[in-house]
């Protein structure tokens, strides 16, 4: 059974309509990555799927759960979106670390105000997810302190502690320096490794062919293509075919 | 010279007495304009246009007028012109107007230094708190609000070193201030006529004031200097 089904997606910013039907299903441990142009709509599907934004239409289901239906005011309460939204993690692109806390506390933050766990078990498990995404040596540190990578790497660690099921990045790497890219690439790929499930919307297209194992091309509010990785290499649509070519 | 030694003591007593009014003043209009300023920022960013319309409006107002003026027109404004002196004659009533002309008046600048301290938090930390599952209180309380305190903190220890100096406006209403007290050995008091150095003088508490404040305001702005945002 599939982790994640997005059915008949849609949401408009006043007359603009910038999802217009959005439909897609995600197994777990899979990795989808989400192409197209900017102003496409892909930065607005991941924030729908996180809540940041209310569609207009359409249902998300994450195991099999209904856990939202816009037909439904039962599931749109604050109390349940966000109890819902912690199905999801999302890493952004300016990463929007708590510059007030040092690194471990921004890590621990949230499940300690969610009562997650005891204080010794959050502050253990943030410890562990500092270390695998390499930053063992700067828990004391602020994030001022960091560079943008170890500040991504931060946000990801963030992110984890709450064991979402699916891991959602918005353009994680657009405001890295290319230097400090490849890092940020690499906990990705770890956490896929580890059978993470994750959407990653991404212009990072030789990182997308590597790590996708399906892909999805939105473009003006629908989904134009759609299938594994090699898409990339032998896409059918037009539209596809010049985004790509863009990039070479 | 041998003048001067003589006639210290009793210009310094009476001098602190005026001081004493002047601190009263300072402490009372903070401790009224902190939190109204703090609802006069809500009504300005309100959603509700009517509300922050006028709010806003009054705020121009306020702002754009001489604090002096809004002195006189609630000390005089309810005994010479409604014939109703209700802030009676003595020196309890000219505090009390004084008192709320710089409330109101210092309500106005704090609400715009709040204004500018909420809405200098960036949209993406409410955001993330609200993706890790956290409660708008939790958002407010432990992620944007020592932001904003931070934000705040140089524009409101200026502001606060103004009032120190502001208060001696209060003069107009003849409440007995430092320059009201340094002023009146111009015109003969306690036995003594003619001395300006008194007035001057009063400069020195000003002075020392502001400094304690401005010490004060350093070591907070140092204490929150650990983050940057």
């Given at each position: 059974m599939a982790i994640l089904e997005v059915c008949g997606l849609k949401k408009s910013f006043g007359k603009t309509a910038v999802l217009k039907g959005i439909n897609f299903t995600l197994e777990k441990g899979e990795v989808l990555v989400i192409l197209g142009s900017s102003g496409g709509g892909k930065t607005t599907l991941l924030r729908c799927l996180n809540f940041l934004e209310i569609p207009e239409e359409g249902v998300i289901k994450v195991g099999g759960k209904v856990i939202f239906d816009a037909g439904n005011s039962a599931v749109l309460s604050e109390s349940e979106i966000r109890k819902n939204r912690l199905n999801f993690g999302l890493v952004f692109q300016s990463f929007n670390l708590f510059p007030q806390y040092n690194v471990l506390k921004n890590v621990t933050l949230a499940p300690s105000l969610l009562k997650k766990g005891t204080d010794q078990e959050i502050t253990q498990n943030a410890k562990q997810l500092l270390s695998k995404v390499g930053l063992s040596n700067k828990e004391e540190s602020y994030p001022c302190e960091l560079s943008g990578g170890q500040q991504q790497r931060v946000a990801i660690a963030r992110a984890l502690a709450l064991n979402p099921a699916i891991l959602c990045f918005d353009e994680p790497t657009s405001a890295l320096d290319p230097e400090l890219t490849g890092e940020v690439l690499k906990v990705i790929k770890s956490l896929k490794n580890s059978d993470m499930t994750m959407i990653i919307v991404t212009h990072e297209i030789e990182f997308a062919k590597n790590i996708a194992d399906k892909i999805i091309f939105v473009d003006n509010g629908v989904i134009l293509e759609e299938g594994d990785a090699t898409v990339i290499d032998a896409p059918k649509n037009e539209r596809l075919k010049n985004f790509l070519a863009s990039f070479s | 010279m041998s003048d001067f030694f003589e006639q210290f003591p009793t210009v310094f007593s009476a001098l602190n007495v005026g001081f004493l009014q002047t601190l009263k003043l300072f402490a009372v209009t903070l401790l009224g304009a902190i939190p109204l300023g703090l609802i006069v920022s809500f009504g300005s960013m309100s959603r509700f246009k009517i509300l922050s319309g006028a709010t806003r409006t009054v705020v121009w107002i306020i702002r754009g007028s001489p604090l002096m003026i809004q002195l006189m027109i609630i000390y005089y404004f309810p005994g010479l012109i409604l014939h109703n002196p209700i802030w009676g004659s003595g020196e309890d009533g000219r505090f009390l107007a004084a008192a709320i002309a710089f409330i109101i008046n210092y309500a106005c600048?704090?609400?715009?230094?709040?204004?500018?301290?909420?809405?200098?938090?960036?949209?993406?930390?409410?955001?993330?708190?609200?993706?890790?599952?956290?409660?708008?209180?939790?958002?407010?309380?432990?992620?944007?609000?020592?932001?904003?305190?931070?934000?705040?903190?140089?524009?409101?220890?200026?502001?606060?070193?103004?009032?120190?100096?502001?208060?001696?406006?209060?003069?107009?209403?003849?409440?007995?201030?430092?320059?009201?007290?340094?002023e009146s050995f111009m015109k003969g008091s306690r036995g003594l006529s003619g001395l300006i150095w008194p007035l001057f003088f009063t400069g020195i508490y000003y002075l020392a004031f502001s400094a304690l404040l401005t010490a004060l305001f350093n070591y907070t702005e140092k204490k929150l200097s650990y983050f940057k945002i």
């Open positions: - | 600048y704090f609400s715009e230094i709040y204004r500018g301290g909420v809405q200098s938090v960036p949209r993406g930390q409410n955001e993330a708190g609200l993706v890790l599952g956290l409660s708008k209180r939790q958002i407010f309380f432990k992620v944007t609000l020592l932001q904003m305190i931070k934000r705040i903190v140089p524009p409101m220890s200026n502001e606060i070193i103004t009032l120190v100096k502001d208060t001696s406006l209060s003069r107009i209403i003849a409440l007995q201030e430092l320059i009201w007290a340094g």
